[in-house]
C-alpha cells in the first residue's frame, strides 16, 4: 500500500508524531483536546485555568493566544471563546493553544484589574513562583506549560470596565534585530492601526512581569493586543481581536490563505500618563481616538458638592488611547493615557 507523503513523514518521524499536551489537554495530531491547568492549593486557594489546545495535523509553528489575565476585559476573552470555533485542527499546520480567562475569580466575582484571591495583577508577577500566591503559583504553571512550548505567543487584553480604549497593539523592541522584526511583522499582520512602541518593557526573562515579555524575554517574537471598552463586548471589537488572530495564523502559515496587514499604521513613541491630584468624581472632556494639543482639557474632577478641585490638561500633543470611563476617581488614579506619535522613523 502506498501512503501519502504527509502520512509517511507522520510515521517516519516519531516527533511528528508525538501528542502535545498543557495541563490536563493532551492533543493527537489533527485533534483538538480541552482541559485545566491545575494550580495546587498553597498559602491561598487552587485555581484551574481552562486551555484547548488544537495539536495541527501538519507540522509548524506553536502559538499561544491568552486572554483574561483581567477577567473583566470581556471583549478580549469572548474573542478567544470566538477562536475555538473557527479553527479546526485537520486543516492546521503547526499547534494552536488557547487560554481564553487566566483569571477566573476575577471574571467570577466581576472584579477589576486584579485577581480577587490575592489582589495582585495577574500580568505583573511572570514568571511567577511555585511558592507564592495564587497569582504567582499560576504565573509558574503559565510560564512552565504555555510559554516555554510556544514558538510565539499573542497576548489579548480589551479595555476594562473602567477604562474607554481605542484598539492598540504594543511592539515590545528587545534589541535583538530579527526578533523584533519578526515581532513588528506579526503586529502588521494583526491589523490594528495604531501600535505602542515599548522600549522600556523587562529585559531579564527571571523578572519578566508582564505574560508577553516572558515569551519576548526567551526569544519568542510575540505580542500584546488590546480592543474593548468599559466592559463590552461589541461586535467590532471583539471581531478586530478574532481576525487579527486568524490573520497572525495565515503570515505564520499555520492556516491557509494571505493575511491582512495594516498599511500605514499610527506608531506611538511614548506614553503621557495623566492622573489625578485628588479624589472625587470624573467627568470627562474627551473622546477616547480624540487627537489633543498640548494644554488641552481632558477632563475635571469635582468634590462631592460640585466644586471642580482638579483640571487635567494634556501633558503633550498626541492620541487619547485610554480615558477612564467611569465617575469614581481616586487620587492618583489614571484620568487619560495620551499617545505621543512618533514623526521621526
Ligand atoms: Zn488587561
Known sequence: MRLPIAAFLLFASPALAQPFSVGTAKAERGQKATGFIEVPAGSDAATSIPVIVFHGAKPGPVLAIASGSHGTE???????????????????????????????????????????????????????????????????????????????????????????????????????????????????????????????????PAASRYLENTASTRGKPSITAEAGHAGTVEPEDVAALVNGSLSVMRHLKMLPGAPTPVANPVWIEKIESVTSTEPGIFYPAVKKGSYVEKGMTLGTVTDFFGKTIFEAKAPAAGVILYLCSVPTMTKGGTIANVGVVQTVR
Open 74 to 204: 470581556y471583549a478580549s476573552i469572548i474573542a478567544v471563546e470566538k477562536l475555538i470555533g473557527a479553527v479546526d485542527a485537520a486543516q492546521l499546520s503547526g499547534t494552536l493553544i488557547l487560554l481564553p480567562l487566566i483569571n477566573r475569580a476575577s471574571f467570577d466575582q466581576k472584579v477589576v484589574h486584579v485577581n480577587p484571591i490575592d489582589s495582585k495583577s495577574m500580568n505583573r508577577f511572570y514568571p511567577g513562583k511555585p511558592d507564592g500566591t495564587q497569582t504567582e503559583r499560576a504565573s509558574f504553571l503559565i510560564t512552565k506549560e504555555v510559554i516555554e512550548k510556544a514558538d510565539h505567543v499573542i497576548d489579548l487584553h480589551g479595555g476594562d470596565m473602567d477604562e474607554s480604549l481605542r484598539p492598540y497593539s504594543y511592539w515590545t523592541k528587545t534589541g535583538n534585530a530579527k526578533q523584533d522584526e519578526a515581532s513588528k511583522q506579526m503586529l502588521l499582520a494583526f491589523g490594528l492601526d495604531t501600535i505602542i512602541i515599548s522600549a522600556d518593557r523587562p529585559k531579564d
